[in-house]
């Protein structure tokens, strides 16, 4: 049993014209099991939020706590956050020429395992992985992320999140771009996760899509640096009828 | 062709082509000051089977295929009494790489080294130089491809760390037939390569690749000349380096010319360096001169750059340490080149050279 407590967060970025302030104190507490989706306007943080708590240097704290099962990872490294049993998948997977996908995913499950896997049985795992989210096995020797079509990205991103075995996944937007057939394939991915290992979810996404295929247990409105409204899936209903248009005050 | 010159000109410096070189450090190769030792270093690995020859011949047997204004090609020829020379027989392919080593020279003297690589018609091979040790050593050579013949060329550079090394390259490719280079530098005090192409026949090809590591002190350059004289020539230049450490220095040239003579001509080079710390330099020229506006294609391209943030971030979001996510970027930064050696033990070595290479950066 896991859970991440984000207290007061804030957060900034430097810009030419000095830090603004993006996240102006965000709470939320998520458990293992639990699904919690966060929806919001575009430029509104959601991506802010996912970055820091996995640690990306380009965003600033400037105040509140995150911990995951009491340790305040703030002051863990990246690596540190996501051997603590964090993960994120990313709205814009990175790509990292010249290092295949086999390579990537066999130095970072050595990593969060602490040695590395027998080559049989982490083979056989890969091959699974790769077949349940209907992905070509020559994918495996193709460079990270490059080249990738938007959808091949996000699977990568969900099959690291079936092989790594996170306890806490903030997924960010993992459904933009993805064609009904490809949804549905990642958000089984997701599910087969939350199932299999209890996995806490932070879903965050701009549409309602993809909540048809992920249950939410809760729904946070986000808008502005922070959350604007709680509720649980009733209120996804009703931004799908309503939109955001009550929450963004300028 | 060029004129005929005897008199040497001691560089100065100002010289195009000797602008970036500490001519200081070149242990007086260019001077006439090195100590001339007699050694022949150059030894194959193994026995080579039919369809190639290795042999020491005497240089009035075999005179240099074309005049060379390079102050140190001129003092290899003055000084090298001999030439080795390999030569693959006509219509031979032979398919396990030919390895040569040159065996430790050390530092008392300087070795002047010609050396001729011939090409029959229609033949094929691999031919691997590995350079190990300390040595003075400029190196002369001289590839002769005659139609329809096919070389991959491997060197090599594994220097320990006083190495002062001066060589040209210099390929004669003729009507149909591919060269291809591959050229690492991982080790040196001083390494200054030439790698030199003239076209001789139509529809010919060649590429030219490299990868290069300096660390704190180390001067490396690499100046690449591709003479497109003839229709319907291809060439690729592919040069990618690392640099990390106090006064780490590269300099890549890359001078490509299309002659009015070259229509149909198919060129692009590229030289990417990756900067990981202060107080390295990394001078890039590509430099494409166009007689014909009848080509298909003509392009260069050079990017300097330190470590990309996001790609060490999304490594190290999966666990990755720091360390461990740079050393997966310098690999793939050089994998492309690397695998093109074609021996899986090479690759692996020059690898974990350049694991080594990074890990005295510290992060
Ligand atoms: N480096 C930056 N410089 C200036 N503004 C930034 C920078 N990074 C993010 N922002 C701003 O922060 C806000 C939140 O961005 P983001 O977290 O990506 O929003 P979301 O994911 O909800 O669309 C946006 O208004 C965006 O323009
Ligand atoms: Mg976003």
Not at chain 1, 56 to 74: F, S
Not at chain 1, 214 to 234: K, L, M, Q, T
Not at chain 2, 204 to 223: C, D, K, M, N, P
């Amino acid at each position: 049993m896991s859970t991440l407590d984000i207290r007061g967060l804030q957060v900034s970025v430097e810009t030419e014209n000095g830090p603004i302030e993006i996240l102006k104190g965000v709470d939320l507490t998520i458990k293992s099991g639990e699904t919690h989706a966060i929806m919001g306007p575009n430029g509104s943080g959601k991506s802010t939020l996912a970055y820091s708590i996995a640690g990306h240097p380009k965003y600033k704290i400037t105040g509140g706590v995150v911990t995951l099962d009491g340790e305040d990872i703030l002051e863990m490294s990246v690596d540190q956050r996501a051997k603590a049993g964090l993960f994120l998948a990313m709205q814009y997977p990175v790509e990292v020429p010249g290092v295949s996908v086999s390579n990537f995913l066999r130095t970072a499950v050595t990593a969060l395992r602490g040695e590395a896997p027998k080559l049989r049985t982490w083979v056989g795992e890969v091959k699974g992985a790769m077949e349940a989210l209907s992905m070509d096995p020559s994918f495996a020797q193709r460079n990270v992320n490059e080249g990738f079509s938007g959808g091949e990205k996000k699977r990568h991103e969900i099959m690291q999140l079936e092989l790594l075995k996170p306890k806490i996944a903030i997924l960010d937007e993992t459904d933009s771009g993805l064609d009904v057939d490809a949804l549905r394939i990642v958000s089984e991915g997701v599910n087969r996760a939350k199932k299999d290992n209890n996995l806490g979810v932070l879903l965050i996404t701009h549409y309602t899509r993809i909540l048809r295929y992920i249950e939410p247990d809760f729904v946070h409105v986000f808008a502005n640096g922070r959350i604007v409204e709680e509720g649980g899936p009733e209120l996804a209903e009703k931004l799908e009828a309503t939109g955001y248009a009550e929450y963004v005050t300028n | 062709m060029s004129v005929l010159t005897t008199n040497y000109l001691v560089p100065t410096g100002r010289e195009e082509a000797w602008r970036f070189t500490p001519l200081k450090r070149l242990a007086g190769l260019h001077d006439g000051t090195a100590v001339v030792g007699q050694r022949k270093s150059l030894a194959p690995s193994h026995d080579f089977g039919p369809g190639v020859r290795f042999s020491h011949v005497g240089r009035e047997l075999l005179a240099p295929l074309s005049q060379s204004d390079d102050v140190i090609v001129q003092r290899v020829r003055e000084n090298a009494l001999e030439v080795a020379h390999l030569e693959i027989l006509p219509n031979s392919e032979i398919a396990e790489p030919l390895m040569f080593t040159r065996v430790q020279s050390g530092l008392d003297s300087a070795e002047f080294s010609r050396v001729r690589i011939t090409l029959g018609a229609h033949s094929k091979a691999t031919v691997i130089f590995e350079n190990t040790g300390d040595s003075i050593l400029a190196e002369d050579i001289e590839f002769d491809l005659a139609p329809g013949s096919h070389l991959t060329f491997v060197t090599l550079q594994e220097w320990e760390s006083k190495t002062v090394f001066a060589a040209s390259h210099r390929a004669f490719v003729d009507r149909d037939a591919t060269f291809k280079s591959i050229c690492v530098t991982v080790g040196g005090s001083l390494v200054r390569i030439l790698p030199t192409v003239e076209f001789k026949g139509a529809g010919a090809s060649v590429e030219l690749l490299g990868v290069y590591f300096a660390t704190a002190g180390q001067y490396f350059e690499h100046r690449m000349h591709v003479d497109h004289l003839v229709p319907n020539a291809k060439s690729r230049v592919n040069y990618k380096g690392a640099l990390a450490g106090e006064k780490a220095h590269t300099v890549w040239i890359g001078d490509v010319f299309i002659r009015a003579a070259a229509e149909g001509t198919d060129t692009y080079e590229l030289n990417r360096n990756l900067l990981l710390s202060d107080g390295a330099r990394a001078d890039s020229v590509p430099n494409l001169e166009i007689e014909t506006g009848e080509i298909v294609g003509a392009g260069h391209a050079s990017t300097t750059g330190r470590f990309d943030d996001e790609q060490l971030f999304y490594l190290m979001s999966r666990g990755i340490e720091l360390d461990d996510a740079r050393r997966l970027v310098v690999r793939g930064f050089f994998n492309e080149i690397v695998m093109e050696i074609n021996d899986e033990k090479i690759q692996e070595r020059i690898m974990n050279r350049i694991d080594g290479e990074l890990a005295k950066v510290g992060s």
